[in-house]
């Protein structure tokens, strides 16, 4: 595995170097743990000239939520506390003979900015921009096998939980409920909080639990996510509590259920990420429901929940294979609730079968 570190370093070594960069500081934890295999709280990633090196506030204890760093880079760890990693790599930076620095502006505060040139002034400081992010886009198949495990704890979880009683809990104890059932299967955590979403909460993107409890006729909406060896990934699914839906359930279910199927099979290598988005919008769209559409369809998933690319009405760009995103229309009528579907999928192209989906729950609209 050190090989695969190494090669993405030296990828992103012939970027800045190409521009006219003789090192880079790489401060964003996920970037981190993509060039270093481990991203201990507060470590940065220094790419010098002579040397690389991960340079850490406190020697890394290996927890497994941090991933052990890779035994090519040689660790540095602060002499005295309270100092700033990222200044310290800047200092050494410049003590390995290095004239410039590109560092990632996007994720440095000001404040943070500031210290980094004013303990090395000699250093050009420049700007790598999302290199690392881009660099990520595409997964390795180690990658992907994470996020498929991640799939499949996730899947269990859901499953468990269907299992159980729910008519009389509150959102929040399903959303803990779950939560545990992660941790038990084996993920090192929530991908990002559990969303459980019952009655006029229902299909609301991003819904925080509630004390409402769940009632017989509800539409229950769940999004959950594992996280296994820091990859995330996460699925979505409506149901019906304790009866029989009724005809508007059915109806809603029923379309928003066609827009995620339509929003899949247009995943594709070379496919626009506004093709996907407007493939499954259109379905919605169509039946009059424009103004209860989230603003995106799906967004890719990796080291972290959210990443590029964002399959959205506006968004540039065309989809690579081995490019893992969620699919997740949904409609949230204000009042009643709705419907959301939230699958993680990985592009593939026809001749290895299309879409690669991983997580498994049915679709199929049940009555718990």
Same mark, same amino acid.
Request: with cysteine.
């Given at each position: 595995m050190s090989?695969?570190?190494?090669?993405?370093?030296?990828?992103?070594?012939?970027?800045?170097?190409a521009a006219g960069t003789a090192a880079a500081l790489v401060t964003r934890p996920a970037n981190v743990r993509y060039l270093a295999a481990a991203a201990p709280r507060g470590a940065v990633l220094l790419l010098g000239g002579r040397e690389d090196l991960l340079?850490?506030?406190?020697?890394?204890?290996?927890?497994?939520?941090?991933?052990?760093?890779?035994?090519?880079?040689?660790?540095?760890?602060?002499?005295?506390?309270?100092?700033?990693t990222a200044v310290t790599a800047a200092d050494l930076a410049r003590s390995q003979g290095a004239d410039s620095l590109a560092v990632e502006e996007h994720h440095l505060t000001v404040a943070r900015h500031r210290a980094i040139a004013a303990a090395a002034p000699a250093l050009r400081?420049?700007?790598?921009?999302?290199?690392?992010?881009?660099?990520?886009?595409?997964?390795?198949e180690e990658e992907i096998s994470c996020l498929r495990i991640?799939?499949?704890?996730?899947?269990?979880?859901?499953?468990?939980?269907?299992? $159980?009683?729910?008519? !009389?809990? =509150?959102? *929040?104890?399903?959303?803990? @409920?779950?939560? %545990?059932?992660? #941790?038990?299967?084996?993920?090192?955590?929530?991908?990002?909080?559990?969303?459980?979403?019952?009655?006029?909460?229902s299909g609301r993107r991003?819904?925080?639990?509630?004390?409402?409890?769940?009632?017989?006729?509800?539409?229950? $909406?769940?999004?959950? !996510?594992? =996280?296994? *060896?820091?990859?995330?990934? @996460?699925?979505? %699914?409506?149901? #019906?509590?304790?009866?029989?839906?009724?005809?508007?359930?059915?109806q809603l279910y029923d379309l928003v259920f066609s827009a995620q199927r339509a929003g899949r099979e247009a995943l594709a290598p070379g496919a626009a990420h506004r093709d996907v988005d407007r493939a499954a919008r259109q379905v919605l769209d169509s039946a009059g429901y424009a103004e209860a559409l989230p603003p995106l369809t799906g967004h890719g998933?990796?080291?972290?929940?959210?990443?590029?690319?964002?399959?959205?009405?506006?968004?540039?760009?065309?989809?690579?294979?081995?490019?893992p995103v969620t699919v997740e229309p949904g409609v949230h009528l204000p009042g009643r609730?709705?419907?959301?579907?939230?699958?993680?999928?990985?592009?593939?192209?026809?001749?290895?079968?299309?879409?690669?989906?991983?997580?498994?729950t049915t679709k199929e609209l049940l009555a718990l």
């Amino acid at each position: 595995m050190s090989e695969v570190y190494a090669n993405r370093r030296s990828r992103l070594r012939d970027h800045f170097n190409a521009a006219g960069t003789a090192a880079a500081l790489v401060t964003r934890p996920a970037n981190v743990r993509y060039l270093a295999a481990a991203a201990p709280r507060g470590a940065v990633l220094l790419l010098g000239g002579r040397e690389d090196l991960l340079v850490c506030a406190i020697p890394p204890d290996e927890r497994p939520f941090e991933g052990r760093p890779d035994e090519a880079l040689r660790v540095h760890v602060l002499s005295a506390q309270g100092g700033d990693t990222a200044v310290t790599a800047a200092d050494l930076a410049r003590s390995q003979g290095a004239d410039s620095l590109a560092v990632e502006e996007h994720h440095l505060t000001v404040a943070r900015h500031r210290a980094i040139a004013a303990a090395a002034p000699a250093l050009r400081l420049a700007d790598i921009g999302g290199a690392v992010e881009q660099l990520r886009v595409v997964k390795d198949e180690e990658e992907i096998s994470c996020l498929r495990i991640g799939a499949e704890i996730a899947d269990q979880a859901l499953g468990e939980l269907l299992e $159980s009683i729910l008519v !009389g809990r =509150t959102e *929040r104890h399903l959303a803990l @409920e779950l939560e %545990r059932r992660l #941790v038990d299967h084996g993920a090192d955590g929530p991908a990002f909080p559990t969303s459980v979403a019952t009655g006029p909460n229902s299909g609301r993107r991003g819904h925080r639990p509630t004390d409402r409890r769940v009632e017989e006729g509800d539409f229950l $909406s769940v999004c959950l !996510g594992a =996280t296994y *060896r820091g990859y995330r990934c @996460e699925i979505g %699914r409506t149901f #019906v509590i304790g009866t029989s839906p009724a005809d508007w359930q059915i109806q809603l279910y029923d379309l928003v259920f066609s827009a995620q199927r339509a929003g899949r099979e247009a995943l594709a290598p070379g496919a626009a990420h506004r093709d996907v988005d407007r493939a499954a919008r259109q379905v919605l769209d169509s039946a009059g429901y424009a103004e209860a559409l989230p603003p995106l369809t799906g967004h890719g998933v990796g080291l972290e929940i959210d990443e590029d690319p964002q399959l959205a009405p506006a968004a540039m760009g065309k989809l690579d294979a081995c490019v893992p995103v969620t699919v997740e229309p949904g409609v949230h009528l204000p009042g009643r609730g709705g419907v959301r579907i939230d699958d993680t999928l990985v592009v593939r192209p026809e001749a290895d079968g299309g879409p690669e989906l991983l997580t498994i729950t049915t679709k199929e609209l049940l009555a718990l």
